[in-house]
C-alpha cells in the first residue's frame, strides 16, 4: 500500500505561491542554486530538468521526499514558473500544474531521475502524432489525450528537477527535443491521414502539405532559440521570460498588428495541444462531410496560417529590443 498523501502538515502555509527561490537544494538545510530563467519558447513549457545520472550535487540526498504537497508546490511550482510569459503554456495555468504535483509526489518516491522523466515526455509525444494515423475521431480523441498527457508529465519533469536540485543543460536540451519532434511528427501525421491509406497517386500532395507544415513549425519554434543564440554569442545578458517593453514592437503599425494578433490568435494553433484540440474539431466536422476531406480541409487551411505567422513572428522579434544591444 502506498503512504497517503498528505495535502498539508501543521506549521504550514496551505498558499501555492509562497515565494521561495526556483532552484531548490535540499528539503531540509542546504543552498539553493542559482535561478535559471526558461527559455522565451512560443507556447511551450520549457523546464530544465536534470542531470543524466539523476543525481545532483547532492547525490543520495537529493533523493529526500516532500512532506505535503503544499511544501513539493513550494519548492517545485515557485512563481518564477507560474509567471512565465511564454514558457508556461495555458493548460499548465489552467488545470495541469493543479494535478501534476500527485504526479511528482509519486515519481519521488522513485530513483528516477527528471532526465528519465522527460524521456517519457517525449515517448508519449511520439505517441500522439502516432495515434493521429488511426482513421477516424477515436485517432483524433487518443492523441488529444495523450497530448494532454504530454504536458502533464512535462509539468513533472522540471518538479522533480527543482525538488532535488538537479537542473542541467542536458535536461533543456531533452526538452527541446521532445517537444520540436512532436510538433513536427504531429503535422507530419496529419498529411498521412489527409491522403489516407494506403496513399497512391496524387494523395502524396497530402503528405507533402503535412511535411511542409512541419518544417514551417520547426522554424518558427526555432526563431525564439535563434534570439537566445544570438544575444549569447553578442554577450547580452539573457532573457527574463516576461512581457515587457524588449518584447514590443516598435513602430505603431507593428503594435497594431500585434493588438490583432492578440484578438485572433491563429499563431498559437501550432502547438501539440492546439494541433491535437483542432484535429478532434474536424474529425468531428468528418462525421458529416466526411474524413478525408475535413482532415484535408485541416492542412490545407494550415499550411498557409503557418506562414503568416512565421513571417509575423520574424518581423515582431526584429523590430523588438531583443536582438538590440
Known amino acids: ?31 539553493p542554486s542559482s535561478d535559471a530563467t526558461a527559455d522565451a519558447a512560443a507556447t511551450e513549457d520549457a523546464d530544465a530538468t536534470a542531470d543524466a545520472d539523476g543525481f545532483g550535487a547532492r547525490g543520495d540526498q537529493a533523493y529526500a521526499r516532500p512532506s505535503s504537497i503544499a511544501e513539493l508546490r513550494a519548492v517545485a511550482q515557485p512563481d518564477e514558473v507560474r509567471s512565465r510569459a511564454n514558457a ?17 509526489w509519486m515519481l519521488l518516491k522513485t530513483r528516477v531521475s527528471a532526465n528519465q522523466v522527460t524521456g517519457i515526455m517525449i515517448l508519449v509525444g511520439w505517441s500522439t502524432a502516432a495515434a493521429l494515423l488511426i482513421p477516424g475521431i477515436i485517432g483524433a480523441v487518443i492523441a488529444l489525450v495523450l497530448g494532454q498527457l504530454q504536458m502533464l508529465v512535462d509539468c513533472s519533469d522540471g518538479e522533480v528537477a527543482r525538488w532535488r536540485g538537479t537542473r542541467s543543460p542536458a535536461g533543456v536540451f531533452l526538452d527541446k527535443v521532445g517537444h520540436y519532434t512532436t510538433e513536427s511528427l504531429i503535422p507530419i501525421a ?51 521570460d516576461k512581457r515587457d517593453a524588449s518584447t514590443a514592437p516598435s513602430g505603431r503599425r ?29 474529425a468531428i466536422l468528418g462525421l458529416v462531410i466526411g474524413s478525408p476531406l475535413a482532415d484535408r480541409i485541416l492542412v490545407g487551411v494550415l499550411l498557409p496560417l503557418s506562414v503568416l505567422a512565421l513571417a509575423g513572428h520574424f518581423v515582431a522579434i526584429i523590430s523588438s529590443r531583443r536582438v538590440r544591444g
Open 190 to 240: 496529419l498529411g498521412v491521414r489527409a491522403a489516407t491509406w494506403p496513399i497512391h497517386g496524387g494523395d502524396w500532395l497530402w503528405t507533402t502539405i503535412g511535411t511542409a507544415l512541419a518544417l514551417v513549425i520547426v522554424l518558427n519554434k526555432a526563431l525564439n532559440d535563434m534570439v537566445h543564440v544570438a544575444r549569447a554569442n553578442a554577450g547580452l545578458a539573457k532573457l527574463v
Open 88 to 104: 508556461e503554456h495555458w493548460t499548465a495555468s489552467l488545470y495541469l500544474r493543479d494535478i501534476s504535483p500527485y504526479l511528482t
Open 254 to 282: 507593428l503594435a497594431s498588428l500585434r493588438r490583432v494578433a492578440k484578438f485572433l490568435p491563429f499563431h498559437r494553433l501550432y502547438h501539440s495541444v492546439e494541433l491535437t484540440m483542432i484535429a478532434v474539431v474536424f
Open 1 to 31: 500500500m502506498t503512504d497517503p498523501i498528505p495535502e498539508h502538515v501543521p506549521g504550514e502555509s496551505r498558499g501555492d505561491d509562497e515565494r521561495l527561490p526556483a532552484d531548490r537544494a535540499v528539503p531540509a538545510g542546504g543552498t
